[in-house]
């Protein structure tokens, strides 16, 4: 994010809304400068939203970027409005052209990139790949602190870790393709061989009962960045793909050749997984 | 407590169409209810109790989608149509938020078709947000709201008003049959122009697509598994992912 936004050239600030271990990680990074809300433990980040946005009023940039979280999403809209300005989501890069920004978007899920001009300030949604930009010197921190709000966190619950997915470094996930119960041992053998855990889609476990909610990931599940994802029956719709677009390298295992996870894979084996997993685990031994 | 949910204003990426030359056409799509629109009309149930839920959209397709589920009237803005740039659309809404001075929530589905729509709902509202709901609830300080946050929930408190952006955590159980539907035509809907509502329009242009330069995945054909499998761990082990 902070790479693109560089591409406008000019100063890029942060605007962090957190607590300090938040503004710190971001003093690893090379912004020009940073602002710092720090929030107390109980707020959300969202009580900083009209703040933040009348600083954008003062700061006006040209351009205002956040992730698509859902704190920074709330508080960009803020900041959009404030500044009266064009607002894009699925954000993949930003250039200057003619006194214009032009803000690259996907869509079509993702097969097309459209280039929007923009007359004014933009606000997007990033959406593109992350790059390490790390400081050579820190940048200078201004901290505003913020002990009160309209909202209140009153209780944190962390998600179940039964199947120890969400620090796994390679995940086996399966899908409908399976087929069957019974053809779980299948990829349990490859499990063992891999030192993997097991994943799997929303219907393998809502409409099926095959695995349970905790190995379920996805946009309403977990989220999980391992180093490995293999994906074997799984057809890659949206809300699946969103819990794993953090791992390093994706590989798909299906027998449609035109499976939407063959756009968003690394590398994909076309052939069925009930021969293909168990020769998997045969190379692996 | 007064509720509005925001419904139908997103295309469906699906829907979209690539010519041969790369360009997109939307020509024909009708905005769709997203996957996260019914957890939205939840929500508004959930915090509206007995009073009546206002149903909000834009665009030509059929508005009784709330009104069947729920919802006592339907304010459609009937010539307006999602835009790769949300601004405008997000004012056309709030515009239609104003109408209703009593409203003290609007939930909308917080859909990744879109999320630029759901930031310009509330900016243009101008009202305190959370995203990622999955639940909410009246309280005694407004109301009490659960939003998932990565891989962790949380509880929140929060005073009204407020907007609300829900997410589904599974496709909508019982939707209503036609039945529903037909009787759902029967029920208040005020037609409104764009033009009644006056938010600038949208200066932002689209002066291009192309294909992006991202490479294409490394497809193995995996009639020979064995053959396949080498293929595949040599070039996981190249990378160094075993
Ligand atoms: C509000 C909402 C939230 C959701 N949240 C989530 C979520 O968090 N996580 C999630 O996973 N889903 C979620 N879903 C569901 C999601 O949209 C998809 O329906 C689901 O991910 C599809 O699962 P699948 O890929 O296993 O099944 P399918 O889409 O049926 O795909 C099965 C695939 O297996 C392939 N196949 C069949 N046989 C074989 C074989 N022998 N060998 C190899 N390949 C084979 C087929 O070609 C196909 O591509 C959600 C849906 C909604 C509406």
């Known amino acids: ?285 | 407590m007064k509720a509005a949910v925001v419904f139908k204003c997103t295309r469906n990426p699906v829907d979209a169409k690539v010519k041969l030359d790369g360009t997109v056409s939307w020509e024909g799509v009708k905005l769709a209810a997203t996957d996260d629109d019914p957890a939205a009309m939840q929500i508004a149930k959930a915090i509206a109790g007995s009073d009546e839920i206002i149903a909000i959209s834009i665009g030509d397709g059929d508005p009784a989608w709330a009104a069947a589920r729920g919802a006592a009237r339907t304010i459609l803005v009937a010539d307006a149509y999602a835009e790769a740039e949300a601004s405008r659309t997000g004012a056309l809404l709030a515009a239609c938020v104003r109408r209703a001075p009593e409203l003290e929530v609007v939930v909308l589905g917080d859909s990744s078709w879109d999320f630029a729509l759901v930031s310009a709902l509330i900016g243009q509202l101008g009202w305190p947000a959370l995203a990622g709901v999955t639940a909410a609830e009246p309280a005694p300080e407004g109301l009490k709201v659960t939003r998932k946050v990565g891989n962790i929930r949380q509880v929140l408190t929060v005073a009204v008003p407020v907007v609300l952006a829900a997410a589904a955590g599974e496709e909508e159980k019982n939707p209503p049959g036609m039945r529903d539907i037909l009787q759902a035509r029967k029920k208040p809907l005020e037609k409104l122009k764009a033009a009644d509502l006056d938010p600038a329009l949208s200066a932002a242009e689209t002066v291009g697509f192309r294909y992006p330069d991202t490479p294409s995945a490394r497809l193995i054909d995996g009639k020979d598994p064995q053959a396949a499998c080498v293929e595949l761990l040599a070039a996981l082990r190249a990378d160094g992912a075993l």
């Open chain 1, 1 to 285: 994010m902070l790479t693109t936004a560089r591409a406008l050239g000019g100063e890029v600030v942060a605007c962090v809304a957190g607590p300090a271990s938040l503004a710190e990680s971001m003093q690893a990074l090379s912004f020009d400068r940073i602002i710092h809300w720090q929030v107390a433990e109980d707020l959300p980040a969202e009580v900083c939203a009209a703040e933040i946005a009348a600083r954008a009023i003062r700061e006006a940039p040209q351009a205002v970027l956040a992730s698509d979280a859902a704190s920074a999403r709330v508080i960009l809209g803020q900041a959009a409005a404030a500044l009266k300005a064009a607002i894009v989501a699925s954000v993949r890069s930003l250039a200057r052209k003619d006194g214009r920004i032009i803000v690259s978007r996907a869509t079509a899920e993702g097969k097309v990139l459209e280039d929007i001009a923009v007359p004014g300030a933009a606000a997007v949604i990033y959406d593109g790949d992350d790059m390490d930009a790390p400081a050579a010197v820190t940048a200078a921190t201004e901290t505003i602190p913020v002990t009160s709000g309209q909202m209140k966190v009153v209780e944190t619950l962390a998600a179940a870790e039964g199947a120890g997915l969400l620090t796994a470094l390679r995940v086996i996930g399966v899908g409908m393709g399976l087929g069957s119960k019974e053809n779980l041992s299948a990829v349990e053998e490859l499990a063992t061989a891999l030192n993997a855990a097991i994943a799997c889609t929303l219907p393998v476990c809502n409409d099926m009962r095959w695995l349970a909610d905790h190995n379920v990931v996805g946009s309403s599940h977990s989220q999980i960045a391992p180093d490995l994802y293999i994906a074997a029956g799984i057809s890659g719709a949206p809300n699946h793909l969103s819990g794993v677009r953090d791992a390093k390298i994706t590989v798909a295992v299906n027998n449609d050749p035109e499976a939407r996870i063959f756009k968003f894979c690394d590398y994909g084996i076309v052939g069925d997984m009930h021969e293909i997993v168990p020769a998997l685990t045969a190379a692996l031994q």
